[in-house]
Structures are given as C-alpha cells and as structure tokens.
C-alpha cells in the first residue's frame, strides 16, 4: 500500500549539537512534479510535489551555511556557474550513467 508522507517543514533551527567546523550534508531531495517526472510503481510512499523553485529559495535565503548541489546541463555555461554559485550551490553532480548528463569527462574548464 501506498501512502503520502507529510510536506516538507520550512521552520529551520540550529542544530542542537555543535557539529565539527568542517562538517558537511548536502542531501535534499526535489520531487515532481508527478505530471513530469512520474514516481516509480510500487513506492512505499507518495512525496508532495515540491517545485525547484521552492528548493532554490530554501537554499538562497537560508543562513550563510545552508549550500546545495545541483545536477547541471552538459551546455552549462560561466554565466549559469555564476548564477548558481550566486544562489548558493557549491556543488555539481557527476550523474554519468544517465544520457545527457555532466560527467567527469566534461569538467576541464571548471577549476579542475
């Protein structure tokens, strides 16, 4: 049986224990909209649709240390690096098992 999970919560607070300085998470997760992107059959539950624009926010106007990472297209230019830089993504996925994807071979020219 399949059943919906509850909606994201938007009320951010600190930790209650200090992590290490140079502790790190990135995982969030981006789902839908089910219209566009359907859920596998069979799931054990039903994510809300969450817009990217909601997760974009989240991330540009959360405190100073809240950071993502983001898959990218393979036609990614400076200026859509800068404007993700700007909007608080540090990181690109490397998804080069799925067609049309960034991959290790494409990374020259990106500070590597």
């Known amino acids: 049986m399949t059943r919906p999970c509850s909606s994201p919560n938007y009320d951010f607070w600190p930790p209650r224990i200090k992590p290490s300085p140079v502790a790190c998470c990135t995982q969030a997760c981006v ?3 089910a219209d566009r992107s359907p859920y596998a059959e069979g ?5 809300p ?3 990217i624009a909601a997760y974009l926010d989240g991330i540009g106007t959360a ?3 809240l950071r993502g990472d983001a898959s990218a297209d393979p036609d990614l230019d400076d200026a859509g690096l800068a404007q993700m830089d700007a909007g608080g993504m ?3 996925g490397l998804l080069a ?5 960034v991959g ?9």
């Open 63 to 65: 405190w100073d240390w």
């Open 49 to 51: 649709d969450e817009p």
């Open 90 to 92: 540090r990181g690109i």
């Open 43 to 47: 799931r054990g539950y039903i994510p």
């Open 104 to 112: 290790s071979d494409q990374l020259w020219g990106f500070g590597v």
């Open 97 to 101: 098992m799925l067609k049309g994807a």
């Open 31 to 33: 789902f839908g909209p």
